[in-house]
């Protein structure tokens, strides 16, 4: 086999087909189908929130990226320009739809309003669970997510035409919403989502273009009803029996290979719910005269719901792992066994809390009735299955510590190792400004007990209580804090708390109400304004200890120890008078002479992050954009470099001509020879087919003949090879030069020598 048969000038004429089955074609019915599973995604974030009055602005960022991505594309505009032109869109969005209250131009101040709503929400987010109040935060973040999903989804469907990729970004946002989302709903938002992918598969099919199709009356029109009437209907029987069938198959009920469970193997469920510490100024304010529950006690105390131990330098946050209640509640742990108690009984009657948690004295012993009521040992802390307290009615019976300033003293700094794991815990970067006053207002203490004790004086000796202080309690508001020595116990609880860690005593923040007022009907009645949070330090052989850093704030009961009066909000004027910055460093004690000396802390920037992120998305774009064409030339090289001979660089011209030929959308198919490609996208190629033809038939030669070929067989397929490369460049337009540039998937595919070689080999095996 030595001639060059099939020469494109007398070879019969064959129709150019360049149908690639693996590649998603655009038309209406792919971009519905598309549209689709956007909007059902968003449907499915319906498990997050308490109500629907998310969904029509969700459902309006889905149509308006789509709908901005499609006039992109019906417009020629290459991706990174369709890039730039949804993020304007999303900016425009968030401007008009979410922050108009703020400016309808979009500036700094939208931003900064945009920022302060993320904040929030993401400080919210690790205590908010399903079904969480629809906030400006939680909705700009849905906002956000759709629009980022949607734009992703339409540039993997009719950009880098994939069918498998295009459903990821909507599956994202779906199974983001079915992991937190609460239980209602779950079969039906399933339900739609799965039939939204079934709808686009089929409607992705009909976007094809003709190709042979078994339909007996022929034609593209018919083949197209009858595929979107089989295909619908299929995913329409299908979805049925998921619902009819599938509950009543055996094992459908039984226990899941991979279940939710605690420690000991309990079955549990997941709850999550606001943060009271994050909600504790809105009840202080908004709150002050609502009358939340009464209590029926001879000894009032401070009325906990629950502690936090966790914090990320954004929120003080819990993840506590509730048991149900008996009518005997289990003990706290060991420690509380040492120091006095006084027995408490109290009768809760719960009116407005709108919360989980239900009010006792720390520590709870008994509970009754104890029905659909949990607790947690570790927190000490009592939760109803319901979706909130109000109307509750239950006694518990505690055991209220009486400790001394001596039987603290006396506790050293060993602490178990459980203990400091969990409560010793803080951010790498947790201020400079937070450690450094910490050693300075207690360098003068060596016990944990006068570390604590120091602390809390130090607070309110040189702090004032003031509600106008904007809430917050992450490392910029404890900063803040610091410098103005103004705020209210959301701040001091917050930023004790932290000291208290990087001073080695663990701490936590308990949140909670004061005892309130007691009124004729012989019941302390609690309001909003007796809200309050209060730090809680670990002393081995004793427990949780509370400690009262807020100025005219008093614990009923711990005189002896914190050297503070009984007081609360009904006992004290209220300070709002704006806030005014004090040097940290004017009333803190010298560290001691030992100390290392640490420089000031960097004034924050608020613009350092945000350059930080654009910077970082710059840096991956262009790294991106220079990368991609990079990497693909040195593959090539390499490949070319890697050539031993003349048959290895006919392979390889080979190798790249078909690979530029894919890039034109002209790919062979896996079951045709060298030169049957060759000659089925001549037509098709234009000028660059006649070259093809020229490389298939020495291709088929170098990889079937005994002896190789010689050098100049090797120089004349290199040529070719080249010749359909600028061939195929001349026909190209800008776009589809850019687009070629950065498809990345030639990178991801193998070296194509040896597809190559064995196509040739197969069709000279033919020929012969």
């Excluded at 709903?185 to 686009?200: C, E, K, N, Q, T």
Aim: glycine share 8%.
């Amino acid at each position: 086999m030595t001639g060059r048969p099939n020469d494109p000038a007398t070879a019969p004429a064959e129709p150019a087909d360049t149908y690639d089955a693996t590649l998603l074609q655009p038309g209406w019915p792919a971009e519905a189908g598309l549209v689709g599973m956007s909007v059902a995604a968003a449907i499915g974030m319906g498990r997050l929130f308490a109500d629907a009055s998310f969904l029509p602005v969700v459902l309006l960022a889905v149509a308006a990226c789509h709908g901005l991505s499609l006039l992109c594309r019906r417009r020629g505009n290459s991706p990174l320009v369709s890039l730039g032109a949804s993020a304007v869109g999303l900016v425009v969005f968030v401007t008009w739809v979410i922050e108009p209250h703020v400016s309808l131009i979009p500036g700094p101040a939208v931003w900064h309003a945009a920022q302060v709503d993320l904040r929030e929400a993401w400080g919210r987010f690790s205590e908010v669970v399903a079904p969480a109040k629809v906030t400006r935060g939680f909705l700009l973040g849905a906002v956000m997510g759709a629009w980022v999903s949607s734009f992703v989804a339409d540039l993997f469907a009719f950009r880098a035409r994939t069918r498998v990729e295009a459903i990821v970004p909507s599956f994202t946002i779906f199974l983001f919403g079915a992991l937190l989302g609460s239980e209602r709903h779950r079969i039906s938002a399933a339900l739609v989502y799965l039939g939204a992918v079934l709808a686009f598969v089929v409607l992705a099919e009909i976007s094809a273009p003709p190709r042979p199709r078994p339909w007996l009356a022929g034609g593209r029109g018919p083949g197209e009803r009858a595929l979107l009437r089989s295909g619908l209907g299929m995913a329409g029987i299908a979805l049925l029996l998921a619902v009819l069938v599938g509950p009543q198959l055996p094992g459908a009920y039984a226990k899941g290979v991979l279940g939710v469970a605690d420690a000991n193997g309990r079955k549990t469920g997941t709850r999550v719910t606001l943060s009271p510490l994050v909600d504790i100024r809105g009840r202080l304010v908004g709150q002050a005269s609502v009358e939340l529950f009464t209590v029926a006690t001879d000894t009032p105390t401070y009325w906990r719901i629950t502690s936090l131990d966790r914090f990320d330098g954004t929120i003080w946050s819990s993840l506590s792992n509730y048991r149900p209640a008996g009518a005997r509640l289990p003990p706290l742990g060991a420690d509380a066994s040492r120091g006095s108690t006084a027995k408490s009984t109290q009768e809760f009657e719960i009116a407005a809390l709108s919360s989980i948690w239900l009010p006792a004295a720390y520590r709870p012993d008994r509970l009754s009735p104890s029905g659909k009521v949990r607790f947690d040992p570790d927190s000490g802390s009592l939760a109803t299955d319901k979706a909130t307290s109000d109307g509750l009615r239950y006694t518990v019976e505690s055991s209220l510590p009486r400790l001394t300033a001596d039987d603290l003293s006396q506790v050293g700094a060993i602490v178990p190792t459980d203990i400091a794991d969990r409560y010793l815990e803080l951010p790498a970067n947790l201020s400079r400004t937070v450690r450094r006053t910490a050693q300075q207002v207690t360098a003068t203490a060596s016990t944990p007990y006068t570390k604590a004790k120091v602390l809390q004086d130090w607070f309110r000796d040189n702090f004032t209580y003031n509600l106008a202080v904007a809430p917050g309690h992450d490392e910029t508001a404890m900063d803040q804090f610091l410098r103005t020595r103004q705020g209210y116990c959301e701040q001091f609880a917050g930023t004790y708390a932290a000291m208290a860690r990087s001073l080695g005593l663990p701490a936590r923040v308990a949140v909670g109400f004061t005892a309130g007022t007691k009124e004729d009907d012989g019941r302390w009645h609690v309001t909003g304004k007796e809200a309050h949070a209060w730090p809680e330090v670990y002393f081995s052989g004793y427990g949780w200890v509370a400690f009262e850093p807020t100025p005219g704030r008093g614990l009923p009961g711990a005189e002896n120890y914190t050297q503070v009066a009984p007081a609360q909000a009904a006992d004290s004027t209220v300070t709002t008078v704006p806030a005014t910055e004090v040097p940290v460093d004017q009333a803190a004690p010298e560290p001691e002479a030992a100390a290392p000396p640490v420089a000031p802390p960097t004034p924050r920037s608020t613009t350092g992050p945000r350059v930080v992120v654009i910077g970082l998305l710059v840096t991956v774009l262009v790294a991106y954009a220079l990368g991609v064409p990079l990497a693909k030339r040195r593959r090539r090289a390499r490949r070319r470099a890697g050539a031993a001979g003349a048959t290895d660089r006919v392979l390889v011209a080979w190798a790249d001509a078909v690979e530029d030929m894919t890039a034109a959308g002209l790919a062979p198919r896996p079951d045709e020879t060298a030169a049957e490609f060759a000659h089925r996208v001549c037509r098709a190629a234009g000028p660059a087919g006649p070259a093809l033809v020229r490389l298939a038939d020495d291709t088929s030669v170098a990889a079937w003949s005994a002896g190789g070929v010689a050098a100049d067989v090797a120089v004349r397929a290199e040529a070719e090879a080249a010749n359909v490369a600028t061939e195929l460049a001349a026909q190209a337009t800008r776009r589809d030069r850019l687009r070629t540039a950065l498809d990345p998937r030639p990178l991801l595919a193998g070296t194509g020598r040896q597809r190559t070689t064995g196509a040739a080999k197969a069709g000279a095996d033919q020929a012969a």
